[in-house]
């Protein structure tokens, strides 16, 4: 069984930066692909942000270049450096990874949230 754990998230203000992390345990033998999703209040989860092992990254147009993803194969963890936040950013942020266990299953596994506000 994997799970991935989500923190980080805060209350900023507008320009401010934070960084969350999502980390993987378990039954690990490496993470695949591991990506952030968002929801803001009263709207759609979207996707902002993907990242392989290999270290291929991929951003959410509304995000680029105020946020980066990368990648800790060693810790089994990704982090999300989000700067310049506007609160149009304010949602909860989740992890979703795709991972193989020791078994050589793939398993797709869900972080529980972690709110990320941003003041103006």
């Known amino acids: 069984q994997v799970q991935l754990v989500e923190s980080g998230g805060g209350l900023v203000q507008a320009g401010g930066s934070l960084r969350l992390s999502c980390t993987a345990s378990?039954?690990?033998?490496?993470?695949?692909?591991i990506n952030w999703y968002r929801q803001p209040p009263g709207k759609q989860r979207e996707l902002v942000a993907t990242?392989?092992?290999?270290?291929?990254?991929n951003l959410a147009d509304s995000v680029k270049g105020r946020f980066t993803i990368s990648i800790d194969n060693a810790q089994n963890t990704v982090y999300l450096q989000m700067n310049s936040l506007k609160p149009e950013d304010t949602a909860v942020y989740y992890c979703?990874?795709?991972?193989?266990?020791?078994?050589?299953?793939?398993?797709?596994?869900w972080g529980q949230g972690t709110q990320v506000t941003v003041s103006s």
């Open positions: 979703n990874g795709l991972v193989k266990v020791v078994t050589g299953v793939l398993q797709l596994s």
């Open positions: 378990g039954d690990i033998f490496n993470i695949k692909t």
């Open positions: 990242i392989t092992n290999g270290g291929s990254t």
